[in-house]
């Protein structure tokens, strides 16, 4: 599975972007996926943004993004979107799309997700 995740960009404190990852598969097989989105500031380790099951509709936040982020998902075009409103500078970094293959746990720990995409930089100016 390639992963090719898009949309980054730099906006103001307070504005909105929405992250797209486009997966070079079918929609059969990307619904069996659990997808996830996570970012990496400068000198930092690669955190946990969000993730998705398999079932649109079925979602988990890091608790620094809860009520200001959005995960989604759309099958039949084998992509997962990530709406950020209310912006701020912490939310500065690369954000990564990733898969877990079918038979993960639900919430997939960060080793089961397999397949990642190249990173799309978000940068946030207070």
């Known amino acids: 599975v390639q992963l090719q995740a898009s949309g980054g960009g730099m906006v103001q404190t307070g504005g909105s972007l929405r992250l797209t990852c486009a997966a070079s598969?079918?929609?059969?097989?990307?619904?069996?996926?659990?997808m996830g989105w996570f970012r990496q500031a400068p000198g930092k380790e690669r955190d946990f943004v969000a993730a998705?099951?398999?079932?649109?509709?079925?979602?988990i936040y890091a608790d620094s993004v809860k009520g200001r982020f959005t995960i989604s998902r759309d099958n039949p075009k084998s992509a997962v979107y990530l709406q950020m409103n209310s912006l701020k500078p912490e939310d500065t970094a690369v954000y990564y799309c990733?898969?877990?293959?079918?038979?993960?746990?639900?919430?997939?720990?960060?080793?089961?997700?397999?397949?990642w995409g190249q990173g799309t930089q978000v940068t946030v100016s207070s």
């Open positions: 598969v079918s929609p059969f097989a990307f619904s069996r996926y659990y």
């Open positions: 998705v099951s398999r079932t649109p509709g079925i979602e």
């Open positions: 990733a898969a877990a293959p079918i038979g993960s746990r639900w919430p997939p720990v960060r080793n089961q997700y397999k397949h």
